[in-house]
């Protein structure tokens, strides 16, 4: 789950990261309020908060030098289309800003904390070239980028944050600051069970201190339930409503530029469709989990949601048998597509547990299924009915 900038720096603060002064607003008199309060007749900076990163280049980032030019920003930003180069196309719409104390940066930093999730420990990254360009760091110049891994039984150490420190070109008084810092952060990313943390930039005021300019937060869905408070900072106005929709069944969904539609039991397989669609010409339209323990319901419900999404040509249906039976999806997905009547063509292929009962069920459906034994084939089969 993500939150928007101004929830993560609420968060970081509450466990000591040291953040601008600032308050959201969801109109432009508001705006202009906080600005007074903040700002009083200085600069303040008014930031739309959608979920997505580049919104300074998107023309998302404004610099106010009063708080009557603070309210107009936020005027002309509310209601508006940002587009940025993770939104796609068709943008986000904005619905709030976060109105905050102007300060003067000397440098700027980069510094995230994550799981690794082939060393099984969290990392912290951070780098000397933050900003808004640091993902053509990451791309063109990676040695730019310092780490350490965690132990976590350990926790972070104070020797890594100031190995850290260090690497990233701060002096001696600063790495003081940033030690403390990054202890905060760690303690953040722990208690709040985050996937990820990220300040980007962490800067260096030209009073040597330092301050998380931006943040972003996302969480691990399945500890949700411990922390009522971050689940009630979603903003379901910033997800895909085919996304929410899958959710409310327990269906794990994401939606896609392409048209064939993808329904397979299990994260690792239904990636390797998506790839082998594309390795056939092909586009995929989502990615759908429906589980191990897919039921006669979920699979229909998948069905429903896979045909609310009408550049959809063909599905492919792409199930091992282990968990859910051969017999079961089968039976599952002749009940959906009478009850739905499904208009678009439908390849399956299924290995597994009572496979050969499964093909019977769908031969002698008398509906128009085509079936294929291997993954090369399917892809090949649904990339030709869906063109």
């Not at 939104?87 to 976060?98: I, K, N, S, Y």
């Not at 000397?128 to 039984?153: F, H, L, N, S, Y």
């Not at 931006?214 to 900072?233: G, Q, V």
Request: overall charge negative; hydrophobic content about 45%.
């Amino acid at each position: 789950m993500n939150i928007h900038e101004y929830q993560a720096k609420t968060i970081l603060a509450r466990h000591g990261v040291p953040v601008p002064r600032g308050e959201v607003a969801f109109d432009a008199a508001a705006a202009r309020e906080i600005a007074q309060r903040v700002g009083g007749h200085g600069q303040v900076v008014v930031k739309a908060q959608i979920h997505a990163g580049g919104r300074g280049k998107g023309g998302g980032v404004k610099l106010a030098h009063s708080p009557d030019e603070a309210e107009t920003i936020a005027h002309d930003m509310l209601g508006m289309t940002l587009v940025t180069h993770q939104t796609g196309p068709e943008g986000r719409v904005v619905g709030r800003v976060l109105v905050e104390e102007g300060v003067h940066v000397a440098r700027e930093l980069y510094v995230s904390l994550l799981l690794d999730r082939t060393a099984g420990k969290p990392v912290l990254m951070a780098s000397a070239a933050g900003g808004m360009d640091i993902e053509e760091v990451a791309a063109t110049t990676p040695q730019k980028i310092v780490r350490v891994q965690i132990q976590p039984g350990v926790g972070l150490m104070p020797f890594e944050a100031r190995q850290i420190g260090f690497a990233i070109g701060l002096d001696g008084p600063q790495v003081d600051k940033f030690v403390p810092l990054a202890a905060a952060l760690y303690k953040a990313f722990i208690e709040s069970d985050a996937s990820m943390v990220e300040i980007n930039p962490l800067i260096v005021t030209q009073a040597s201190d330092l301050l998380a300019l931006d943040a972003k937060m996302n969480f691990d869905d399945n500890a949700l339930y411990r922390h009522a408070d971050i689940r009630d900072l979603r903003d379901l106005a910033e997800e895909d409503q085919l996304e929410i929709e899958a959710s409310r069944f327990s269906l794990n969904y994401i939606h896609l530029d392409g048209n064939i539609g993808c329904m397979v039991n299990g994260a690792g397989l239904a990636m390797a469709t998506m790839d082998i669609i594309k390795l056939s010409g092909g586009e995929p339209a989502n990615f759908l989990d429906v589980g191990g323990g897919a039921n006669a319901d979920q699979i229909r419900n998948a069905f429903k949601i896979l045909m609310s999404d009408r550049n959809v040509k063909a599905v492919l249906i792409n199930i091992f048998g282990g968990i859910l039976r051969c017999d079961v999806l089968a039976h599952g997905v002749i009940a959906a597509v009478r009850e739905l009547g499904v208009p678009v063509p439908i390849v399956i292929r299924m290995e597994g547990t009572n496979v050969d009962e499964g093909k019977r069920l769908l031969r002698e459906s008398r509906m128009n299924f085509t079936t294929a034994d291997s993954m090369d084939e399917a892809a090949k089969k649904v990339v030709q009915l869906a063109a």
